[in-house]
């Protein structure tokens, strides 16, 4: 299980949010930097921890880059295989943390770019319970999504003009959440390539204030007393 971790903490007080930022293939936790600063500066309670993949980059070893799973030679075909062999390690790796901090599955949030949004929404299909947001930088699924995860949002966000992983998958991807009653939005800016650019953060900023999870709904109607009362025919014709 992966070690390297850069970490933001409170300053004060213990953490009330758990924000995991995985970063993308080739490159490794100080990629996820900036995303972290502006998420501790959103969020100050939250503990936001950058996270390096647990292999070393195959394609150029000895240069610090990390991987979840070899990009040689990889295809639609063999892609999904591939995810599969690395999501043990990669939920693992989310559930020591969350231990750590003593945080609960709802309060913790996947952040991934490129194959860390890709293992993130794939251990959020796989694992039940795993996180209440993933939030995926110009990724995409490693096989169409064939089932909502229960009560986790999924944000979807990418370049416009992403030619390393089209932003074509990622919308058809929402589309198909929708249908399956996911609470799921998807962002595609102009403009924009392969990179965590501002603009993305912002918008991922925007939905995690603004979006009211279905879950929020459904505990609050629940914590909401029921009142019975009976109706007279004076009052049913008004």
Same mark, same amino acid.
């Given at each position: 299980?992966?070690?390297?971790?850069?970490?933001?903490?409170?300053?004060?007080?213990?953490?009330? *949010?758990?924000?995991?930022?995985?970063?993308?293939?080739?490159?490794?936790?100080?990629?996820?930097?900036?995303?972290?600063? #502006?998420?501790?500066?959103?969020?100050?309670?939250?503990?936001?921890?950058?996270?390096?993949?647990?292999?070393?980059?195959?394609?150029?070893?000895?240069?610090?880059?990390?991987? %979840?799973?070899?990009?040689?030679?990889?295809?639609?075909?063999?892609?999904?295989?591939?995810?599969?062999?690395?999501?043990?390690?990669?939920?693992?790796?989310?559930?020591?943390?969350?231990?750590?901090? @003593?945080?609960?599955?709802?309060?913790?949030?996947?952040?991934?770019?490129?194959?860390?949004?890709?293992?993130?929404?794939?251990?959020?299909?796989?694992?039940?319970? *795993?996180?209440?947001?993933?939030?995926?930088?110009?990724?995409?699924?490693?096989?169409?999504?064939?089932?909502?995860?229960?009560?986790?949002?999924?944000?979807?966000?990418?370049?416009?003009?992403?030619?390393?992983?089209?932003?074509?998958?990622?919308?058809?991807?929402?589309? #198909?959440?929708?249908?399956?009653? @996911?609470?799921?939005?998807?962002?595609? *800016?102009?403009?924009?390539?392969?990179?965590?650019?501002?603009? *993305?953060?912002?918008?991922?900023?925007?939905?995690?204030?603004?979006?009211?999870?279905?879950?929020? %709904?459904?505990?609050?109607?629940?914590?909401?007393?029921?009142?019975?009362?009976?109706?007279?025919?004076?009052?049913?014709?008004?």
């Amino acid at each position: 299980m992966t070690t390297h971790v850069l970490a933001r903490l409170p300053e004060q007080g213990e953490p009330d *949010l758990l924000f995991l930022l995985f970063h993308g293939v080739g490159a490794n936790a100080g990629h996820m930097a900036v995303l972290a600063q #502006r998420l501790a500066q959103e969020y100050p309670q939250a503990a936001v921890l950058c996270v390096d993949a647990p292999d070393e980059f195959d394609a150029a070893p000895g240069r610090g880059g990390r991987q %979840w799973f070899s990009i040689q030679g990889v295809s639609d075909e063999n892609r999904p295989a591939r995810v599969a062999a690395a999501l043990p390690r990669f939920v693992a790796t989310v559930r020591a943390l969350q231990l750590r901090f @003593a945080m609960e599955w709802p309060r913790t949030a996947l952040f991934g770019f490129s194959q860390g949004a890709i293992m993130a929404l794939e251990a959020a299909q796989a694992e039940p319970e *795993l996180a209440g947001r993933v939030i995926a930088f110009s990724g995409r699924y490693a096989s169409p999504p064939d089932h909502a995860p229960r009560d986790t949002c999924v944000h979807l966000l990418h370049g416009l003009d992403d030619a390393v992983v089209p932003h074509g998958p990622a919308v058809d991807a929402a589309r #198909r959440l929708v249908a399956l009653g @996911a609470d799921v939005t998807a962002d595609v *800016l102009p403009g924009i390539g392969h990179e965590l650019d501002p603009r *993305l953060i912002e918008r991922a900023i925007d939905q995690l204030r603004g979006f009211l999870p279905r879950r929020a %709904w459904r505990e609050a109607f629940e914590a909401a007393p029921v009142q019975s009362t009976t109706a007279s025919s004076k009052d049913l014709g008004r």
